[in-house]
């Protein structure tokens, strides 16, 4: 019956989630910006509209420098968004501070005798302090920790209300909302089952060997995440890397290889549409981009660059591959623990199949629409209830922390337009593109572009270089893509010490130089020159994160 119970309480939570959404046209507060450009109002006092600045008359540091003076709340609202990125770089000590104080706790508890088994359902006695540098270390929870700090000083600037304004009406979280519910529906059983059976006729190549799968699930589900979505991608690929390769223990430089090119293969695999990439969908429709404009100025490029990143890290590893291989030797790929309810080989019927991916397919259909695809999921969940000696243990605890990442992200990033705007407006093409690749870095990539389809006269070129860059950039940290987080968070347990953002940079770099001179070298449909003293910011009020991905025909 606690099973049966199960739906009922997520329903209960979900529908938390969309009430917010509900709006209350009577007591709608008047907005602090009510005739921006493009019929759009802004509700809260910050972060202040760019158009509502004096038009730059200097070069980029000056304009910066000229709107933090106008504008104090924006230095503050940066110090903040770098601090929690430097949080992220020390979220490994957090970690390891976790486990000694954990460790410390269990000491003293069986010196005192506290540790008796005579009441096995019990909650022993947890480490308050252990639990607190716990979830310091968790890089998911990293942003959403530091909005408090961004909440006070908005309240300090300007005020609570503002505060609120701003999350409520200024804000969209329908990614992140979307993206808790594609990774739950892709991390289910049978849609598990399914891709592993996909991606086994081409693993079998290669006679099944943790290679094999490493080469199969690296080269095939970025490509895949054209069609299901780079959420959806990354949860598939991320969870089949643990089966059939992490757990055979690589060493450190293979293992944070393999993170940074599933990272940087999954953010440019996206673009051989113009709906399943965040940084793509951003641009599609103000720039006219389809699916046919995507694979051929974008998508063939992406499979170039996705082959030759693997290759060259298969060859540049073939010997530590080798070595896993003859780990696993004598142990069926994929299979834990033989006796493991989780990891039981009995098959999933197709038809239970089939519906778990017409699920997933109505969520990716209705992306924008979280009603819909919140709804959706409530059925998913009886479904599963229904069918669950099909099932296993629905996982909730990665995509709500993933989620709460993305939103900790949103919140931060409204308020960095002030100075990413005129660096991406003062850059010409070559530039710019390597400007985009930075800039993302420190910036979810969406926003990256999002800003770029704000500017007025922009040429095809620029266009082309911006996008490129966010894509190409979008592996060399776990904030850099919105689907980064959901890989983290899936494979951070095969990293004793948590992973390293440096390792992570680092495994990702050669895949990032890589896609970098493709995007460069291999040649674009015919362009204009940028001329970035043309280039005018007429419509843009501040980063408006991504919606989610979308199949939608709007």
């Not at 252990?130 to 530091?146: D, N, P, R």
């Not at 309810?341 to 979280?370: M, S």
Request: glycine share 8%.
């Amino acid at each position: 019956m606690t099973l049966l119970w199960l739906p009922l309480r997520l329903s209960a939570c979900a529908a938390l989630l969309i009430l917010p959404l509900a709006r209350a046209s009577s007591a709608d507060p008047a907005p602090a910006y009510p005739d921006l450009s493009g019929g759009r109002v802004q509700y809260a006092a910050f972060p202040k509209p760019l158009e509502s600045y004096a038009a730059p008359s200097g070069s980029v540091i000056e304009t910066i420098l000229a709107r933090a003076a106008e504008e104090p709340f924006n230095v503050a609202a940066t110090v903040i968004f770098l601090l929690a990125i430097l949080h992220t770089f020390a979220a490994g000590a957090f970690t390891r501070i976790s486990h000694r104080l954990e460790h410390e706790h269990e000491e003293r508890l069986k010196r005192e005798g506290k540790r008796s088994d005579s009441q096995p359902d019990g909650v022993p006695e947890v480490s308050f302090k252990a639990s607190l540098f716990h979830f310091l270390g968790e890089i998911e929870a990293v942003f959403g920790l530091w909005a408090i700090a961004l909440a006070g000083a908005a309240t300090w600037f300007h005020s609570w209300e503002d505060f609120k304004l701003y999350v409520a009406k200024d804000r969209v979280f329908t990614e992140p909302m979307f993206v808790l519910v594609v990774m739950a529906i892709a991390a289910s059983r049978p849609v598990l089952r399914f891709a592993e059976q996909m991606l086994s006729k081409a693993a079998a190549l290669g006679k099944g060997s943790p290679a094999a799968w490493w080469l199969s699930v690296l080269t095939i589900a970025p490509i895949l995440g054209s069609f299901i979505t780079e959420p959806a991608a990354m949860t598939i690929a991320a969870l089949l890397l643990g089966r059939k390769f992490y757990r055979h223990r690589p060493p450190p430089s293979l293992a944070y290889g393999t993170l940074g090119l599933l990272f940087v293969n999954i953010s440019v695999g996206g673009t051989l549409t113009h709906f399943a990439a965040p940084p793509v969908l951003m641009v599609a429709a103000p720039w006219g981009w389809d699916t046919p404009f995507m694979l051929e100025h974008f998508g063939w490029k992406a499979l170039t660059g996705v082959v030759l990143s693997s290759s060259l890290y298969f060859l540049v590893f073939r010997k530590e591959l080798r070595r896993l291989s003859d780990r696993a030797d004598g142990v069926e790929d994929g299979i834990i623990d033989s006796s493991s309810w989780a990891e039981r080989p009995n098959p999933v019927p197709p038809w239970v199949t089939l519906v778990h991916l017409v699920f997933l397919a109505w969520t990716v259909y209705t992306a924008h629409y979280p009603v819909l695809f919140i709804g959706g999921f409530l059925f998913f969940l009886a479904f599963s209830t229904a069918t669950q000696h099909h099932q296993n243990t629905l996982a909730l605890r990665s995509p709500i922390l993933v989620a709460f990442f993305l939103a900790g992200l949103i919140i931060h990033g409204g308020c960095q337009a002030w100075w990413i705007a005129p660096v991406i407006t003062s850059l010409d093409d070559r530039a710019l593109m390597f400007g985009a690749t930075v800039l993302t870095a420190f910036n979810d990539n969406a926003a990256i572009t999002y800003l770029a389809a704000q500017v007025e006269g922009i040429s095809d070129a620029a266009k082309h270089a911006v996008v490129s860059g966010a894509v190409v950039g979008g592996g060399l940290t776990v904030i850099a893509n919105a689907p980064n987080p959901a890989g983290q968070s899936l494979l951070s347990k095969f990293f004793p010490k948590g992973i390293s953002p440096l390792g992570l940079f680092l495994g990702a770099l050669a895949p990032t130089v890589i896609f970098y001179l493709c995007f460069i070298i291999l040649p674009n449909g015919p362009a204009k020159a940028h001329d970035p003293g043309h280039a005018e910011i007429v419509r843009a009020s501040a980063v408006t994160q991504p919606p989610a991905p979308s199949c939608s025909p709007d």
